[in-house]
């Protein structure tokens, strides 16, 4: 584990975990903490911020860009032929 990436953990800064492990860690370690209070990004849920950093790290996401795909709109038939 030493030569391979890690993640932080944002409720125990000691905690280094590998990236496949992180979502399963994320819900222990929050389930230990339960006095750390964090928001979570709507965009990833592995981001877990404190209140101040919440708003510009929404603008600023990484992962904002990836989820904000416009979302397609059918317009090919009138909604009359759908609804009866």
Do not use: D
């Not at 979502?23 to 990833?44: A, D």
């Not at 919440?54 to 397609?72: D, G, I, K, Q, T």
């Amino acid at each position: 584990m030493e030569n391979e990436e890690t993640v932080q953990c944002p409720f125990e800064i000691s905690h280094r975990i590998l990236p496949s492990r992180f979502q399963y860690h994320l819900v222990r370690c929050k389930r230990s903490h339960p006095h750390v209070h964090l928001k979570i990004c709507p965009f990833n849920s592995t981001h877990y911020l404190e209140e101040q950093k919440f708003s510009e790290h929404v603008a600023n996401c990484p992962s904002r860009a990836s989820s904000a795909a416009p979302l397609p709109v059918l317009t090919s038939l009138p909604l009359t032929q759908h609804c009866r």
